[in-house]
């Protein structure tokens, strides 16, 4: 499929924080911290770590009260809007709407009265938060799992739109869905599902996928054909790796779908015989080196001539093996003076810091 026929799936729009997500907004990337809450000082430093590398939301475990108080400190110190995950008790969800959390993760037929259902509403209104109602499907309600034998598509759907009903009786609106699995094919079953059956902004994500290798295949699969039909407003990749990775990979999702385009793209050859330049070494350094920057570029790697050449003329930065330990160096598609192959990676990091200021200040 061409990135061009990616028709997004119309939907209504909510905020959390300054960041629209739904109704055709930029399809926004988040993560979770996995820090003790009630330590201000390491979960303040993950959130930078995370909005270091571009990171539109992130989401914070909030289980009891000084996590809560906690939470209002954090606050205070970072940029990105925060997502408080209160579990099941409705009185954290108060608390933390007040500590200025941007949206709730909460499913309102999970704390218990309808009397506290309106309470935590009401602290929504009151607060300026959206909420995200968060169907699992290992942690389905007891009466679902009676019906249908089993988790399922059908099952966290029907569980999804029950808390979304229980929220619209309320006169409460101002939501998004996610129903997950570790299982891929269940998961896309559900949001294909869910996507039909209501216009609510859909928060796309594999849970418990694995690690970096394992839960990048699953996620790319899994999110990435969501996305590819259209569904989906805002995404989580869960890793059992480093946070930062969750957002590398989901920009990486939508930067191969052309859906969103941040920080460097780099696009790089596996290597053989005829290699005149150390391609797997130069790109780990440049991985390093630019995941700070945020304009978008493209940066190619390319072992030899074969290939190299043409890759090199359509990135903006583009470097490839020329023997006799030169390379052939190419920026906006004209070809420069051959380059020493050994200073390869530090001529190319300089080029594209250079290259994204300029794009930054063309902004301005």
Same mark, same amino acid.
């Given at each position: 499929?061409?990135?061009?026929?990616?028709?997004?799936?119309?939907?209504?729009?909510?905020?959390?924080?300054?960041?629209?997500?739904?109704?055709?907004?930029?399809?926004?990337?988040?993560?979770?911290?996995?820090?003790?809450?009630?330590?201000?000082?390491?979960?303040?430093?993950?959130?930078?770590?995370?909005?270091?590398?571009?990171?539109?939301?992130?989401?914070?475990?909030?289980?009891?009260?000084?996590?809560?108080?906690?939470?209002?400190?954090?606050?205070?110190?970072?940029?990105?809007?925060?997502?408080?995950?209160?579990?099941?008790?409705?009185? *954290?969800?108060?608390?933390? #709407?007040?500590?200025?959390?941007? /949206?709730?993760?909460?499913?309102?037929? +999970?704390? @218990? &009265?309808? !009397?506290?259902? *309106?309470?935590?509403?009401? #602290?929504?209104?009151?607060?300026? /938060?959206?909420?995200?109602?968060?169907? +699992?499907? @290992? &942690?389905? !309600?007891?009466?679902?799992?009676?019906?249908?034998?089993?988790?399922?598509?059908?099952?966290?759907?029907?569980?999804?739109?029950?808390?979304?009903?229980?929220?619209?009786?309320?006169?409460?609106?101002?939501?998004?869905?996610?129903?997950?699995?570790?299982?891929?094919?269940?998961?896309?079953?559900?949001?294909?599902?869910?996507?039909?059956?209501?216009?609510?902004?859909?928060?796309?994500?594999?849970?418990?996928?694995?690690?970096?290798?394992?839960?990048?295949?699953?996620?790319?699969?899994?999110?990435?054909?969501?996305?590819?039909?259209?569904?989906?407003?805002?995404?989580?990749?869960?890793?059992?790796?480093?946070?930062?990775?969750?957002?590398?990979?989901?920009?990486?999702?939508?930067?191969?779908?052309?859906?969103?385009?941040?920080?460097?793209?780099?696009?790089?050859?596996?290597?053989?015989?005829?290699?005149?330049?150390?391609?797997?070494?130069?790109?780990?350094?440049?991985?390093?080196?630019?995941?700070?920057?945020?304009?978008?570029?493209?940066?190619?790697?390319?072992?030899?001539?074969?290939?190299?050449?043409?890759?090199?003329?359509?990135?903006?930065?583009?470097?490839?093996?020329?023997?006799?330990?030169?390379?052939?160096?190419?920026?906006?598609?004209?070809?420069?003076?051959?380059?020493?192959?050994?200073?390869?990676?530090?001529?190319?990091?300089?080029?594209?810091?250079?290259?994204?200021?300029?794009?930054?200040?063309?902004?301005?």
């Amino acid at each position: 499929m061409n990135t061009s026929e990616i028709k997004r799936r119309r939907s209504r729009r909510v905020y959390v924080g300054s960041v629209a997500v739904g109704d055709g907004a930029p399809i926004s990337v988040q993560s979770m911290t996995n820090t003790p809450t009630i330590d201000v000082a390491a979960t303040v430093a993950q959130i930078r770590s995370l909005e270091a590398v571009g990171a539109d939301i992130v989401r914070v475990s909030c289980p009891d009260e000084d996590s809560t108080r906690a939470l209002k400190e954090i606050i205070k110190q970072v940029k990105v809007p925060i997502v408080s995950d209160i579990h099941f008790h409705y009185k *954290r969800a108060i608390e933390s #709407a007040k500590a200025g959390a941007a /949206c709730l993760r909460i499913n309102p037929g +999970n704390i @218990g &009265s309808s !009397e506290r259902v *309106r309470d935590v509403i009401k #602290a929504a209104k009151d607060y300026n /938060c959206s909420m995200r109602i968060g169907v +699992n499907g @290992g &942690s389905l !309600e007891k009466h679902l799992l009676e019906k249908y034998g089993e988790p399922c598509a059908e099952a966290m759907v029907e569980s999804a739109l029950e808390h979304a009903k229980i929220l619209e009786d309320n006169n409460f609106f101002n939501f998004k869905i996610s129903v997950k699995s570790s299982d891929t094919m269940m998961t896309m079953k559900a949001y294909r599902q869910l996507a039909e059956r209501c216009d609510y902004p859909l928060h796309l994500g594999v849970t418990e996928a694995g690690g970096l290798r394992a839960g990048t295949v699953k996620s790319a699969l899994g999110i990435g054909s969501l996305l590819m039909d259209g569904i989906g407003d805002t995404l989580r990749v869960s890793l059992t790796a480093d946070v930062t990775e969750e957002i590398k990979v989901g920009f990486e999702i939508l930067r191969t779908l052309g859906l969103r385009y941040h920080g460097i793209r780099l696009v790089s050859c596996p290597t053989c015989a005829r290699r005149g330049i150390d391609v797997e070494k130069v790109i780990k350094e440049l991985e390093v080196r630019l995941e700070h920057l945020s304009e978008p570029l493209k940066i190619a790697v390319m072992g030899c001539v074969v290939n190299g050449p043409g890759e090199a003329r359509e990135a903006d930065i583009g470097v490839c093996g020329g023997g006799n330990g030169k390379a052939l160096l190419f920026v906006k598609g004209v070809q420069q003076e051959p380059i020493n192959a050994a200073n390869a990676a530090d001529i190319v990091a300089e080029l594209a810091e250079k290259m994204a200021a300029e794009k930054a200040e063309a902004k301005k």
